[in-house]
């Protein structure tokens, strides 16, 4: 039904930048809100950021707000994560995930999910 893939992690020193991306194979993009996740090693997964169908809304945690940007290209299927300053605390595998767009708030189940990608930032 719903396939992500992720690319684009890797190996960035502090305060490097990186761009993540994520393409869905899907009929009808459009029909989704997606959301980057993240998890650290030992740690739980968290939402780091999120957009609506359109792109007209969006959401950061505030670990990530003026540091990363989320966008999306619906033409192209893909969803974006711009990562700038990266902290070595930003180290995580990190998540697409769709949810559809009729799905009430950010914090919803998102029922797809990819295989992650992993970033790994050093000090």
């Known amino acids: 039904q719903v396939q992500l893939v992720e690319s684009g992690g890797g190996l960035v020193q502090a305060g490097g930048s990186l761009k993540l991306s994520c393409v869905a194979s899907?009929?009808?993009?459009?029909?989704?809100?997606m959301a980057w996740f993240r998890q650290p090693p030992g740690k739980e997964r968290e939402m780091v950021a999120a957009?609506?169908?359109?792109?007209?809304?969006?959401y950061y945690a505030d670990s990530v707000k003026g540091r990363f940007s989320i966008s999306r290209d619906n033409a192209k299927n893909t969803v974006y994560l711009q990562m700038n300053s990266l902290k070595p605390e930003d180290t995580a595998v990190y998540y697409c995930?769709?949810?559809?767009?009729?799905?009430?708030?950010?914090?919803?189940?998102?029922?797809?999910w990819g295989q992650g990608t992993q970033v790994t930032v050093s000090s």
């Open positions: 995930a769709a949810s559809p767009r009729e799905s009430s708030g950010w914090g919803t189940q998102y029922p797809h």
């Open positions: 957009i609506s169908w359109s792109g007209q809304h969006r």
């Open positions: 899907v009929r009808t993009f459009t029909m989704y809100k």
